[in-house]
């Protein structure tokens, strides 16, 4: 069974910073790639970056040059650093373990159970 936890949502001023952590466990073996993905009040959940275990990238548009995905595979934990906050950053945001396949990123039903991230303007 997959296990993944998230930390370090909370209350930030517009340009400020978050860091944002997902321990995973279980079994991941069906996983290459691992994605940070946010849901706001009335919108549809969406995609904000994802690594996969080579170490290749993808970030959403609206987040690119300001957010950070890295990965520390001993600790089998991904990092979401935020910086440059915006109000419309502020989401539930979830860790999910998934594939990276020819530049694409695909969700499996891995989930964490969500971290709220608020940025206040």
């Known amino acids: 069974q997959v296990q993944l936890v998230e930390t370090g949502g909370g209350l930030v001023q517009a340009g400020g910073s978050l860091r944002l952590s997902c321990a995973a466990s279980?079994?991941?073996?069906?996983?290459?790639?691992m994605g940070w993905y946010r849901q706001a009040p009335g919108k549809l959940r969406e995609l904000v970056a994802c690594?996969?275990?080579?170490?290749?990238?993808d970030y959403a548009d609206s987040v690119k040059g300001r957010f950070t995905i890295s990965r520390d595979n001993a600790k089998i934990t991904v990092y979401l650093q935020m910086n440059s906050l915006k109000p419309e950053d502020t989401a539930v945001y979830y860790c999910?373990?998934?594939?990276?396949?020819?530049?694409?990123?695909?969700?499996?039903?891995?989930w964490g159970q969500g971290t709220q991230v608020t940025v206040s303007s």
């Open positions: 999910n373990a998934g594939q990276y396949l020819n530049g694409i990123y695909y969700q499996k039903n891995y």
């Open positions: 279980g079994s991941l073996f069906s996983a290459n790639a």
């Open positions: 690594i996969a275990s080579g170490g290749s990238t």
